[in-house]
C-alpha cells in the first residue's frame, strides 16, 4: 500500500464515522509564540482540547506535518524521522475510550475498510496508575474485546503511558491524561506471546514498533501539576504514518519506504562506493524536513527555527562530505522532495527553485566554516596535543562543526578527547535552551486573553496596511503574539522608511477610529477563495473555511483572511497602534514590531 493509498484510506476510514476531514495546519504555527514548530496533530487543536467549540465539529481527523528536533541523535535508526506526518483522530467531549479503541483496531486489522494488519502481531500498552491516578483497567477490557488477547496487553508507567511524557510532563499547561499504544511485531518469524520484560526488550531492540497511540485526556494540568478534570473527556490519537508504510510495504525501517526511498536511492548514486547507510539515512531525513520548513518560510538564522532549520542543512552538508559526495549539491535534492510529495503537498513543486537557491546558500557558507573550524582543531591537535571538552563544544557550537568529526580527527591523530566534559557543556546548553522553549509552550495562542485577541486583530489589520503601502506582493511569513506585543514578519526586500512606517500606523489608526466590526463566516473552500481573502496555499485548508473580516461585509471588508480567531468583535477597542521596531531578520525578511496604546 503507497503512503498516498495510506492518507486517503485513513481519512475515509473516520470520515465515515462522522468525523470532519482538517487540513494540515502550517509547521510554522502561526500567531502561536509558545513553540518552534508543530510537533503533533493535536498541537493546534489545543483550545478546542481545552474546551472551545471548534468550527468543524466534534469529531475530527486530519493528517499533520510534524517537525521535531527533540529526538535528532536518534536520527539514521529505523523509526525516527525530523518531519513526520501524525495520521490523527479527535473527539472533543463526543466519544471516548470505547469508540477510540474499537476503531483504532478495526483500522488497523480489517481487510476491507482498514490497512489489514495481522493481528496477532499486535501487542498493546496501557496506563500502570501511580498514587493519584489509577491503573486504567478499563482500556485492558476494551482491547480484550476488541480482539487483543489479554496476555498481550501490558501495564507502563508514566515514562511510557501518561501524555505528555517525561520529556514535557513536569512543565506542560494544557490537557492531559493516561494513553494506550499500539505495537507491531517486525519479526520474520513473529515473536507470539511475550512476558512483560520480554516485550520490553522487543520494544528497545526495535523487533517491534510503535505505530498508533490513543490518549485518553480527561484531566487538566498546569505548569506541570493535575488541577482537575476536564469539563469534557477529549479523545487524541496520533500515528506516524512513516511508521504505518515502514509495516504495510513490508520495509523493516522507514527510510527503506516511498518515503524516503528516491532520496536514498540519488545519495548511494552520489557517493557511490563509500556509501554508509546510517549517514545516508541522516541526509535523507535532514534534507527533507529543511525543504518543508523552508516552504514553510522558514530561513537559516542563529536563533529559534532558524537555527534548526541551520543545523540540519548543517549536518546533511557534513555526513555528505564525509562520504565524498559532490559539494555544493544539497540543492538538488529540493526537486527529489518535490516528486515525492507531488499530488500532497504541491507547494513544494511550485517553490521547488527557490528551496534550491536557500539549501545550496546554506551548504557553500557551512563547508566555509568547516575550513576554519578545520584549522582551529588542527591548530589545538599541534599544541595541545589533546581536545578539552571545552574546546570541543566551542568547536561544536561555534563553528557548526559536528562532534562526529572530531572525535574522527582525534582517532586519526591517536589524542584523548573530553566527552564527559563535552556532553557536560553541551546538556547545560540545551537546559538552557529548553528553559527557553518550555516557557513558550503552553497550548494555541500565547494566552487566549483579551490583549493576545486584540494582538491578532491588529495583526491583521497591520497585514493588510502593510499591502496598501508597501504592495500587494507582500506575503506574512509569520507572526508572534503575547499579551505585550505583535510580531510580523513579512517578504520583503528592503528596509522600511521612515515615511511608509508613519503611512501604515496612520491607516491603522484611521481604521481603528472607525470602529468596524469583526465578522466571520465559514464558507465551502471554493467559495471561500472567491471571496478574495487572504490565505496561505488553498490546499492547506479543508472543504469548509473560516474567514474572518474587519468591516461590515465581505466583499467591501478592509480585511479579510482565513483564520481561526479568536478576535474582537469591533476593532475601536484596540486602541493606538504604534510600530516600535522593524527591522531584517533574514535575506528578503523584515520584521515589525507593534504595541497598542490607550486601551
Known amino acids: 500500500m503507497t503512503s498516498s493509498e495510506i ?24 500567531n502561536d509564540p509558545t513553540v518552534l514548530f508543530n510537533t503533533a496533530g493535536m498541537q493546534p487543536l489545543v483550545p478546542y482540547l481545552m474546551g472551545a467549540p471548534h468550527p468543524a465539529g466534534d469529531k475530527l481527523a486530519s493528517v499533520q506535518q510534524c517537525v521535531r528536533t527533540v529526538d535528532i541523535e536518534d536520527i539514521g535508526d529505523n523509526t525516527h524521522a525530523t518531519f513526520f506526518e501524525m495520521l490523527g483522530n479527535w473527539s472533543l467531549g463526543s466519544y471516548f475510550k470505547a469508540e477510540a479503541i474499537g476503531w483504532s483496531y478495526e483500522l488497523l486489522t480489517d481487510q476491507a475498510t482498514g490497512f489489514g494488519l495481522d493481528p496477532r502481531r499486535l501487542y498493546v500498552t496501557v496506563y500502570a496508575g501511580d498514587e493519584k491516578i489509577p491503573r486504567d483497567d478499563e482500556a485492558v477490557e476494551l482491547w480484550v474485546k476488541a480482539g487483543v488477547p489479554k496476555e498481550r496487553v501490558y501495564y507502563l508507567g508514566n515514562d511510557a503511558n501518561w501524555w505528555p511524557n517525561v520529556k514535557g510532563r513536569d512543565t506542560w499547561t494544557g490537557p492531559t491524561g493516561p494513553s494506550s499504544e499500539m505495537f507491531y511485531d517486525l519479526t520474520g518469524e513473529g515473536l507470539g506471546d511475550l512476558s ?24 487538566e494540568k498546569r505548569d506541570g501539576q493535575i488541577v482537575g478534570e476536564l469539563t469534557k473527556k477529549n479523545v487524541d490519537t496520533g500515528a506516524g504514518l512513516e511508521r504505518i508504510a515502514m509495516v504495510l510495504q513490508g520495509k523493516n525501517n522507514i527510510f527503506a519506504t516511498d518515503l524516503f526511498a528516491p532520496l536514498m536511492s540519488v545519495i548511494k548514486e552520489m557517493v557511490g562506493a563509500k556509501y554508509e547507510e546510517k549517514s545516508a539515512r541522516i541526509i535523507a531525513d535532514h534534507l527533507k524536513a529543511s525543504v518543508f520548513l523552508i516552504a514553510d518560510g522558514v530561513v537559516p538564522a542563529n ?61 557553500t557558507n557551512f563547508l566555509s566554516n568547516l575550513v576554519f573550524g578545520q584549522k582551529f582543531l588542527d591548530k589545538i591537535i599541534a599544541t595541545e596535543g589533546r581536545i578539552s571538552g571545552e574546546n570541543a563544544f566551542l568547536l561544536y557550537s561555534t563553528y557548526g562543526y559536528p562532534f562526529e568529526l572530531i572525535l574522527d580527527a582525534a582517532k586519526e591523530k591517536k589524542i584523548a578527547v573530553d566527552v564527559t566534559d563535552f556532553e557536560t557543556r553541551k546538556k547545560a546548553h540545551q537546559e538552557v535552551s529548553k528553559a527557553g522553549s518550555d516557557k513558550k509552550f503552553k497550548g494555541g495562542l500565547a494566552d487566549t486573553g483579551e490583549q493576545s485577541v486584540r494582538y491578532h486583530t491588529a495583526t491583521h489589520l497591520l497585514h493588510q496596511a502593510l499591502r496598501d503601502v508597501l504592495g500587494e506582493s507582500i506575503e506574512q511569513r509569520g507572526s508572534n ?24 500606523e496612520e491607516i491603522i489608526n484611521q481604521k481603528i477610529a472607525e470602529s468596524l466590526p469583526v465578522n466571520n463566516i465559514i464558507l465551502p473552500k471554493a467559495e471561500a477563495l472567491k471571496t478574495g481573502a487572504r490565505h496561505l496555499f488553498a490546499e492547506k485548508y479543508g472543504e469548509r473555511v473560516s474567514i474572518y473580516y474587519i468591516g461590515n461585509d465581505l466583499t467591501a471588508a478592509y480585511s479579510k483572511e482565513f483564520c481561526g480567531g479568536p478576535h474582537v468583535a469591533n476593532i475601536g477597542i484596540l486602541g493606538q497602534f504604534k510600530i516600535i521596531k522593524e527591522e531584517a531578520v533574514a535575506a528578503g525578511i523584515r520584521r515589525i514590531k507593534a504595541i497598542l496604546t490607550n486601551i
Do not use: C
Open 196 to 219: 512483560h520484560e520480554e516485550f520490553v526488550r522487543a520494544d528497545n531492540e526495535q523487533k517491534v514498533v510503535e505505530i498508533w497511540n490513543d490518549v485518553f485526556m480527561a484531566y
Open 303 to 363: 536563533t529559534d527555527r532558524g537555527y534548526v532549520l541551520r543545523k540540519l542543512l548543517r549536518r546533511a552538508s557534513y555526513y555528505l562530505n564525509s562520504m565524498g559526495g559532490i559539494n555544493k549539491k544539497l540543492g538538488l535534492f529540493s526537486e527529489i522532495v518535490a516528486l515525492i510529495y507531488k499530488n500532497i503537498y504541491p507547494e513544494l513543486e511550485q517553490k521547488k527553485e527557490e528551496i534550491g537557491i536557500i539549501i545550496t546558500n546554506e551548504e
Open 481 to 504: 503574539i503575547t499579551p505585550e506585543r505583535l510580531r510580523f514578519d513579512f517578504a520583503f526586500d528592503r528596509k522600511m522608511t521612515t515615511e511608509e512606517i508613519k503611512q501604515v
Open 7 to 30: 492518507r486517503r484510506k485513513f481519512l475515509k476510514f473516520f470520515e465515515a464515522r462522522g468525523h470532519a476531514i482538517l487540513p494540515s495546519a502550517p509547521l510554522v504555527p502561526e
